[in-house]
């Protein structure tokens, strides 16, 4: 009795990176960080941690004032958990938008 379902399913390997995301030395920073499987905020002291697919290769991160900046992941060593430590982000290295809504300046993130 009952009903029966077919359903078609797609596992996807996923990594946790976690750490720590500094702006010119300051942790309380509004931003916000894309590139796993949904988007997450840092906390006041700039933690944070996602989910992310294994095959992802940079994170997105989002900050209030328009900035965008890129934080590399390291390459795959075969483990689970991605422990980037402390990222120190800085105008050197983030797209800086423009008065016209484009975005100028660009290095990428270590």
Same mark, same amino acid.
């Given at each position: 009795?009952?009903?029966?379902?077919?359903?078609?399913?797609?596992?996807?390997?996923?990594?946790?990176?976690?750490?720590?995301?500094?702006?010119?030395?300051?942790?309380?920073?509004?931003?916000?960080? %894309?590139?796993?499987?949904?988007? $997450?905020?840092? &906390?006041?002291?700039?933690?944070? =941690?996602?989910?992310? +697919? *294994? %095959?992802?290769?940079?994170?997105? $991160?989002?900050? &209030?004032?328009?900035?965008?900046? =890129?934080?590399?992941? +390291? *390459?795959?060593?075969?483990?689970?958990?991605?422990?980037?430590?402390?990222?120190?982000?800085?105008?050197?290295?983030?797209?800086?938008?423009?008065?016209?809504?484009?975005?100028?300046?660009?290095?990428?993130?270590?």
């Amino acid at each position: 009795p009952g009903n029966v379902v077919q359903m078609d399913v797609e596992a996807v390997p996923l990594k946790l990176a976690f750490g720590r995301i500094q702006f010119n030395n300051q942790t309380n920073i509004s931003t916000r960080i %894309s590139g796993g499987m949904a988007p $997450v905020t840092v &906390d006041k002291y700039g933690l944070f =941690q996602l989910e992310t +697919p *294994a %095959s992802t290769s940079s994170l997105q $991160v989002e900050m &209030d004032n328009g900035w965008t900046c =890129q934080i590399k992941l +390291p *390459a795959d060593d075969g483990g689970n958990i991605i422990r980037l430590g402390t990222v120190q982000l800085s105008e050197d290295n983030c797209l800086i938008p423009a008065d016209d809504g484009l975005a100028v300046g660009g290095n990428e993130a270590k």
